[in-house]
């Protein structure tokens, strides 16, 4: 009786987590459905009541002026390096930080580990960040949006405790046979590390992706400002010009528009992410394991 009891409670649990996650689903992927339908659809089809999930009519003209303008281009452009560059840097700054703390040999390893927590809770604030940028010459510079967060706390730990995790034996054993520090951080532990790092990586490039505040205090000049800053722009203001500029407005409708600038924004991550999925899962949950 008691295993028939257990069994019908799994089944039960598993009916309601197959039901969680379809509602989910339908509500992750309906609005995402919405805005495609709209970036190709006429004004017609747009201002009309309803849902509209599946184009019935289409009109690319949104697409069409989105392409031509030249400041998406050039935000775009922003976009992709500042991503890359800074995905790259927090990476490379992560994975140096969390190994060393990973090791039992480190000296006062609790405090410096403490240290580094210590980070997560308290911080200098807006304004004393923005008078750090501006008394060191970044104002203006892709250097802004990415040296101040180059390094999370958050991942550093993860990276620190999945590193944790690997046997020590593995570096004994390398050390037994002539490897030295340099060699079995690069063969052995980086190799091993990948999941973890796959992780950081898109952690930190969706972050760098979707950030426009601080390249909105940061950047004064627009031909440097981020895809997002101008996507915000777009939608607050419902006009982009052809040429990029202020004087010639697009004649389209603006909810097309709004809505092909955003599909247009989303196409890399959506791209990327199913490449990096099985390692951002197993990245997590192994660097989750308390060392």
């Known amino acids: 009786m008691l295993r028939k009891s257990y069994r019908l409670s799994d089944t039960l649990f598993m ?3 197959y039901m969680a996650l379809s509602l989910l689903s339908v509500v992750t992927i309906l609005p995402f459905m919405q805005v495609i339908t709209l970036s190709m659809s006429p004004a017609q089809v747009v201002n009309s009541y309803g849902f509209h999930f599946i184009p019935t009519q289409f009109d690319f003209s949104g697409y069409q002026q989105v392409m031509k303008n030249q400041l998406i281009w050039t935000a775009y452009g922003n976009t992709i390096i500042r991503t890359v560059l800074a995905t790259a840097i927090t ?6 930080g969390a190994y060393p703390l990973s090791k039992k040999s480190l000296p006062h390893r609790t405090f410096w580990t403490g240290f580094v927590v210590l980070t997560m809770f308290f ?4 304004i004393p960040a923005y008078i750090l940028i501006k008394s060191i010459g970044l104002m203006n510079s892709m250097w802004a949006l990415i040296l101040p967060g180059a390094v999370s706390t958050f991942l550093l730990l993860i990276v620190r ?22 060699y079995i951080l690069r063969k052995i532990i980086l190799p091993l590390s990948m999941p973890v790092l796959a992780t950081v990586s898109l952690y930190t490039a969706v972050h760098h992706w979707n950030a426009w505040f601080d390249s909105m205090l940061y950047i004064q000049t627009e031909s440097k400002q981020v895809l997002q800053l101008i996507l915000r722009k777009i939608i607050l203001d419902g006009e982009l010009s052809a040429s990029g500029t202020e004087t010639s ?4 409708n603006t909810q097309t528009m709004k809505m092909a600038t955003l599909v247009v924004s989303i196409i890399p991550i959506l791209c990327v992410y199913p490449f990096l999925q ?8 192994i660097g989750s394991i308390k060392g």
């Open 123 to 126: 911080s200098g604030g807006l």
């Open 249 to 252: 407005p697009v004649a389209v």
């Open 278 to 285: 099985k390692y951002f899962v197993k990245g997590t949950l």
């Open 91 to 96: 990476v490379v700054l992560t994975f140096l």
């Open 15 to 17: 009916i309601f987590v």
């Open 161 to 182: 405790n999945f590193v944790h995790e690997i046997p020590e034996a593995l570096e004994e054993s390398a050390k037994m046979d002539g490897a030295n520090d340099i």
